[in-house]
């Protein structure tokens, strides 16, 4: 089965065509640059680009998998991202789908986003490489700018939530911090090169948030604010800049880590599934290879580094096993977003 993605939950713009787990195509627009000014993603902004963009790279998928006059002639399905997600950039996406479902004929898959982060780790390239294969059950960790849980991934499309975040995301609480060191947007990649270069030291030793609770649910948001009150406080240190982003991160970091091995210890799997924009962060790939390294394990990452971001060849993937056991929508005319979607 070939399927047509498309991916509009946030501020990238992208489409793909996908069979079982290859990407056979595969285009992105990314916004960075549009809310870059402003800090953050503008909903506003956000809707408005994915309107102007989709039909393009609809377009472009299409053209980069086949040359085909008919481009839809050789797609079997349209698939979409329903949630979670901002709503009106959703919006865009899902309405796009239903056009294309309608006009050409086409079944509905629609996947949720969180779905496809965790398949991330197991996308091929159109040559079928990596050759990786499913050994379940295993211990998720999605950590990313809207995201951070733990999941138990049983089979195929089949999940159980044992732990999430009860306000701030890991990736959000980084954003956040380099916005008050006044690095820009997006942040983690800033606070990360600044971290390396003084060899991710922790001088400040932050709080590590909720690791005496004897849960797996995470919490950011008071590390965020006495990062705030340090700064605010403390003034004449912010010309430590690398030290203060390096410490920062680390205390994200080691909360993490020390989640995990607790998630390890209480469900007893030690195959790992690490996703979410935050991946592409280096230092958390070693201290997650670390870890496993003790419980003889093994860490899975997204197969390749657009993955780590929003992308519509992960949704494809999910998608193809949602076709397979004929879990399409019913009612085109009803799917509606859902921003807040849970597994389900």
Not at 105 to 129: M, P, R
Request: glycine letters at 8%.
């Amino acid at each position: 089965m070939k399927i047509l993605s498309i991916d509009t939950s946030c501020d990238e713009t992208s489409v793909a065509v996908t069979s079982g787990r290859k990407v056979l195509s595969n285009v992105i627009y990314s916004q960075i640059l549009l809310h870059k000014k402003w800090g953050g993603v503008v909903p506003s902004i956000a809707k408005r680009a994915h309107e102007e963009r989709i039909d393009f790279v609809v377009e472009s998928a299409l053209q980069n998998f086949s040359r085909s006059k008919n481009l839809f002639e050789k797609i079997d399905a349209i698939a979409v991202t329903q949630g979670p997600g901002l709503a009106v950039a959703l919006e865009v996406g899902i309405k796009k789908a239903k056009e294309l479902a309608i006009k050409y004929n086409k079944k509905l898959i629609a996947v949720n986003h969180l779905e496809g982060h965790i398949y991330s780790a197991f996308v091929q390239n159109s040559k079928g490489n990596p050759k990786r294969d499913f050994k379940f059950p295993y211990l998720a960790l999605i950590v990313s700018g809207g995201h951070t849980e733990f999941v138990i991934f049983k089979d195929h499309l089949e999940y159980e939530i044992i732990g999430s975040t009860l306000d701030d995301a890991g990736g959000e609480a980084l954003d956040k911090a380099a916005k008050l060191l006044g690095l820009g947007y997006p942040g983690g990649p800033v606070l990360e090169r600044l971290a390396r270069e003084v060899d991710n030291i922790d001088s400040h030793n932050f709080p590590r948030p909720m690791l005496k609770s004897k849960d797996l649910n995470f919490s950011f948001s008071g590390l965020k604010t006495s990062f705030y009150y340090f700064l605010k406080n403390n003034p004449d240190q912010t010309s430590n800049i690398k030290l203060l982003a390096s410490s920062f991160q680390e205390a994200v970091f080691d909360t993490l880590i020390k989640k995990t091995e607790k998630a390890i210890k209480l469900t007893t799997i030690n195959q790992l599934i690490v996703v979410g924009g935050v991946v592409a962060n280096l230092r958390l790939r070693k201290l997650m290879r670390d870890l496993v390294k003790k419980y003889n394990g093994e860490v899975l990452f997204p197969t390749y580094k657009y993955l780590t971001g929003d992308n519509a060849a992960m949704i494809g993937v999910v998608a193809g096993y949602k076709g397979q056991k004929n879990k399409f929508v019913k009612n085109i005319d009803e799917l509606d977003r859902i921003p807040r979607m849970g597994f389900t």
